[in-house]
């Protein structure tokens, strides 16, 4: 009897080779079906669509995205729906694995493909776009000048052709629209006008995003050239070196000239930043941004972003691990389990106020200066499985507090009040309601 379920057990964990094959079969069409969307050619129309709330830069709203594996689909962000309101900074928090950082490349249309695919919701951006003409050509907007009689004519090079205006940062000035896209409808080529000019994401590791065989300069001006379009090439090395002056590089002219591995850590770090804010976006994806760095840099780098997001008056979405960072950086919070948003609000909610059993948990386990414990709390148990995830609370089989309820469908969202929601059984018939207090470090 023992062996039987033994051998059932055993049997969960594994496929045979003809599930794989039909896994694999299943697998291809889907990918094939979500490639073939992000290639089609359509019109600008087909993927915009209206903000919920005009207040936000951001909303995602039941996003899925799934990778397409051969062991079966892993659902790794399952359903998750939060905004960033313009002007803030929302720090997205979650245990390792959670998929923080899937959210934040499904954003950007970074997902690992062909596995990893949007299967479905939206992420609504407000962006602004280039008008296009009938033939899908930018609309240049021409410098002015007066003739002889006072009539107002475009002005013309020594060619004969007509003279580009120019903008602040120095290229082509061309008709805009604001519009709302819907990025997880949009074609991969519309997303690149987005990617990087509107949004710009920072990595964790700068070393691994930063290449190493060319100089630093010359990565800026890559960048610049490719998002400034008709900018010289003086215009493009002051921009880039204006840029590294911003992020606090004392000496700008000859970091420029060096390569990454000549750089710290730090400095490696202030570049990506540098990179990222070469054509003004409105906002800053940044992900894990001081994990690989010491206290006290991570300490100047998190006093850059905040100052940074204050000069170009943007948007942060900070995702990180580190319940600290959170505290001192953001202005909304947002926790993550499992592929799920499982409690969401400003950061006095969460942290002077968290109500989720797994957020309390988190808050348990952070290290406090003043108190005195022996051992750091460690929340029991490990997250379930992402290929094959059960009906019930994700967090059940680790919960303490967890009731019969519990075993039922998964939880809805709960608002407590007007910025804080949680998705628990235990607040079902609570609004407002206030737990202990759990002061913010
Ligand atoms: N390229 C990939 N192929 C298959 N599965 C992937 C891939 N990238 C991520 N995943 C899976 O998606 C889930 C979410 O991963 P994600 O990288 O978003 O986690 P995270 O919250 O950012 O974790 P961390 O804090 O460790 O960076 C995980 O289960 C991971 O195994
Ligand atoms: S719904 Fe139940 S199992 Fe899930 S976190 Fe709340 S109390 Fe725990
Ligand atoms: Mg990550």
Redesign the pocket.
Known sequence: MADKSKKEEIKKHYISASESRKIAKENSKAINYYEKQKKRKVNVDEFTTQMKDDKNIVEFEDLHTY?F?DAGT?K?VNGVTFSVPAGSTVGVV??????????SLSLMQLV?AP??QIVSGSIRFKADLFKRDGRGRKIPVYEKTTDAEGNETVKLDEKGKPVIKKNALGGNTYEMESKVVDIAKMPTEAMRSIRGREIAMIFQEPMTSLNPVFTIGNQLNEVGKLHIEGISKEKVKERSIEMLKLVGIADPESVYKKYPHELSGGMRQRVMIAIALLCNPKLIVAD?PTTALDVTIQAQILDLLRDIKTKINGSIML?T?DLGVVAEMADYVVV?YA?KVIEMGTAEDIFDNPMHPYTIGLQKSKPTVDGEVDKLYCIPGYVPN?INMPDYCYFRDRCEKCTEKCSGEYPAFIKVSDTHSVACYLYENKTGGKTKKNGRK
Request: glycine share 22%; aromatic share 4%.
């Open positions: 990778f594996s892993v790794a979650g245990e390792s694995g959670c998929g923080k950082s899937v959210t690992q596995s990893g894990e995702i691990h993550m592929g992402p």
